[in-house]
């Protein structure tokens, strides 16, 4: 193995989540900052949380909803011209 080709490994880095957690892991990093964590992610909390970027979600329900709405204008004046 050759001398001094590899990084310096801390055992102490500072691992920062965006919910206020701190977790010191082994790293080469001194300090790491992450957006989400297991205090926080919805598969160990059991919580619904929407992860939204650039207001995707508003898009969709808002597509949907006039999809629905579209669909039910559709239906009520054929239900009148059959009479």
Do not use: W
Not at 11 to 35: H, L, P, Q, W, Y
């Amino acid at each position: 193995m050759k001398a001094d080709i590899h990084p310096k490994y801390n055992t102490d880095t500072k691992f920062t989540c965006s919910c206020g957690a701190v977790f010191a892991i082994g790293s080469t990093k001194d300090a790491v900052s992450i957006e989400i964590c297991s205090q926080c992610h919805p598969f160990y909390t059991g919580n619904e949380k929407i992860l939204d970027a650039a207001g995707r979600v508003e898009k969709f329900k808002a597509r949907q909803a006039s999809g629905v709405a579209a669909a039910a204008a559709k239906k009520a004046p054929a239900k009148a011209s059959k009479k």
